[in-house]
């Protein structure tokens, strides 16, 4: 919450307690002390409340509007985009732009990659040196870890949690700080899929090779003139 946001909600909370008063005050004068020149005065008291409770209200709604439109980039383990792969991908959820992404790990152990002969590699948005320039909303970047089964397996070893903290910038350039916590029950446990449509959508993409591989066979068995 920025300074100016508190600085007004200071302000609200300290008129609506002295409306507050001021109200109670007028309500004793006028029906307890039967002074009936403090109605004015009640009379103001409630115009003033008025004010304030419409004040908090067009507040909260500026707040929950700044927070629709907040960046939320979050890093997660994505082990259903890719038959048997897993990979480490970090996907902006929120409503404008995030900018210098990168994640600052606080746990024990990180997740590693271990396919390839690039494992020099660094891990993706590992540190403010390896920052992801741009996330659009709902934009994603991702990348891969190994199969999941390797992963299945680090995350039993090591058994402990894949956490630290997600560093950005929104459009008007404020830093923001935000914990995350990588989920790896379903990679404790073995649990990859919830549909077989993974698996499908890679077999069929076997189909053009068989295909050919069949007519290259029927072409074998023509006779030769």
Request: a positive charge; proline letters at 4%.
């Amino acid at each position: 919450m920025s300074r100016y946001r508190v600085l007004i909600r200071s302000m609200s909370w300290a008129l609506a307690i002295a409306a507050g008063i001021t109200a109670l005050w007028a309500i004793w004068e006028a029906f307890v002390e039967k002074n009936i020149g403090f109605v004015n005065v009640f009379a103001g008291s409630a115009a003033v409340i008025t004010g304030v409770i419409s004040a908090f209200t067009a507040l909260r709604s500026t707040e929950l509007t700044e927070e629709r439109l907040r960046p939320y980039p979050y890093p997660y383990i994505d082990s259903t985009s890719r038959y048997s792969l897993s990979q480490l991908r970090i996907r902006n959820v929120g409503g404008t732009a995030a900018h210098d992404i990168y994640l600052e790990w606080t746990g024990n152990s990180i997740p590693k990659r271990t396919v390839g002969n690039d494992s020099d590699i660094p891990l993706l948005a590992n540190g403010k040196d390896n920052a992801i320039a741009v996330l659009l909303p709902y934009e994603s970047v991702s990348q891969l870890l190994g199969t999941a089964n390797d992963v299945s397996k680090q995350a039993k070893a090591e058994g402990s949690e894949w956490k630290g903290y997600v560093n950005f910038k929104d459009s008007r350039g404020q830093k923001h700080r935000i914990p995350f916590l990588l989920d790896i029950t379903h990679l404790r446990f073995g649990l990859f899929y919830d549909t077989e449509e993974t698996r499908t959508m890679y077999e069929l993409q076997n189909l053009p090779k068989q295909i050919n591989e069949l007519a290259k066979a029927v072409k074998s068995l023509k006779p030769n003139r």
